[in-house]
């Protein structure tokens, strides 16, 4: 039955246009929500690696609360705790968010939103914000307008530290499934992912000034992971 209702949505998609961003949005959620139930972890367990160690100046020098986007289980929000930093984790899930408010009782506030819907802040909140693997899963014009998004909620000269899939990264999906656009594919669980390349990267952050660009690779999962790190200044 799941099987015929993916097929059902594929469908869907390809003879309604302008309704499939509501259908990729859904399987999205969904998507993840049971992700996190499947992985779901206590803060003992979290695993993590030295990634924003090479940004620690820039991290030291945010005077307000650290946005993560996409916290999930708390890889980052744990990391930045420990360098003393408050911290607002969001997330689409609301069982990641549940997960974050009992295992990190330092966080005061954690956030429950879709990054399509828009941002809940005020403009210039943040000296900093986080986005590790979580960029990567719109079109071209949602990529835009949440990074048009997150500006709007950095001061003048903030940071936006970032992972973003590489174009190399076949051991998660990379150059598989149908393409929407070049280096866009709906995979099998009926979500989009983007794989970039540095001209893609450099395209979708001209508004800001990249400081820090290079792909290297990730040794969190079971398999190697490519990617691009990025630092980029508002």
Known sequence: MEGFQRLRRRRYR???????????KEDSLKYWEEAHRQQACDRGSIRRDDWLDRFSDVIAKARNPVLDLGCGSGNDTLDLIDRGKEVIPCDQSEFAIRQIREHFPEVREALCFNMLDGFPFEDHSFDLVIADLCL????TA???RIL???RRILVPGGHLIFRVNSIRDVNHGAGQGREIEPH????????????????DIRRFFRDFTL???REETMERY???KRLFTGCARS
């Open 14 to 24: 390809d003879k309604n246009m302008n309704d499939n961003k509501n259908l990729y």
């Open 136 to 139: 990567h899963y719109f079109d």
């Open 142 to 144: 949602d990529t835009d």
């Open 148 to 150: 048009s998004g997150i």
């Open 184 to 199: 866009l594919y709906e995979t099998g669980a009926g979500t989009l992912k983007r794989f970039f390349d540095e001209e």
């Open 211 to 213: 400081e820090y660009l």
């Open 222 to 224: 079971r398999m190697e």
